[in-house]
């Protein structure tokens, strides 16, 4: 049973514009959450992550907002640029040391 | 339905012991990875099977060696562990080596004292 969704699989967007990827999860135990990016054939890297004790984290053109009472986190890229083009994945823990959850990825492409 | 599993979750053990990790996926997908998180959380693929074949191999001591019985399972055996060693490792699947979306078990967290 996936605790964390990303129900978007893909996602079209055009340079210059804002890049919206969302996120949902079911376990109300997640205090703790990243952001990978990947690149074909290569492995996913971290971009941003936030704790529950907060509702934005912001990081140059990348912000990662929480709402916890919807269950929903959601990164945003502004504005976004060609080499935003990866698959994006969202993970959840319980706590930093513990085992995440990964939703199955949204493909972001940024039409130039 | 566990999707994407690993057993086991946690795993304790000696410098210099041998160890393995499994890892069966039940969604019928060709492509299977694994992947070690570091203490930064950074996420690294390590490997990469397609249809029981090795098609990515990053640059990973030989002490570890994937191994893939069938499609649906794809191991991971670590031979004379490290104290560096400790990390927590994620296997995941795809339908193949060309679609995006990957479902990724929950983890195994080693810890090498």
């Known amino acids: 049973d996936q605790q964390v969704k990303q129900n978007s699989p893909s996602l079209s967007v055009q340079e210059g514009r804002i890049s919206i990827l969302n996120c949902d999860y079911t376990?109300?135990?997640?205090?703790?959450f990243l952001w990978y990016k990947k690149y074909p054939a290569e492995g996913p890297t971290f971009l941003i992550s936030i704790s529950s004790i907060k509702d934005k984290n912001e990081d140059g053109r990348f912000t990662v907002f929480l709402n916890k009472s919807a269950k929903h986190l959601s990164l945003h890229i502004v504005p976004s640029q060609p080499g935003d083009s990866a698959v994006y994945f969202c993970a959840a823990s319980e706590d930093t040391g513990n085992q995440f959850y990964f939703g199955t990825g949204t493909s972001l492409t940024v039409i130039p | 339905d566990t999707a994407v599993s690993q057993t086991p979750k946690y795993l304790v053990t000696q410098m210099g012991n041998d160890k393995s990790i499994k890892c069966e996926q039940n969604l019928g997908h060709d492509t299977m990875y694994w992947y070690k998180q570091d203490s930064k959380k950074f996420l690294k693929i390590m490997f990469s099977y397609n249809n029981k074949e090795l098609i990515i191999n990053e640059t990973v001591p030989n002490r570890f060696s994937p191994k893939s019985p069938d499609k649906a399972h794809l191991n991971l055996h670590i031979n004379s562990l490290e104290l560096g060693d400790s990390a927590v490792y994620f296997c995941a699947s795809s339908r193949n080596q060309m679609i995006s979306t990957q479902y990724f078990g929950p983890g195994t967290r080693l810890t090498v004292l």
């Open positions: 376990n109300s135990m997640f205090d703790y």
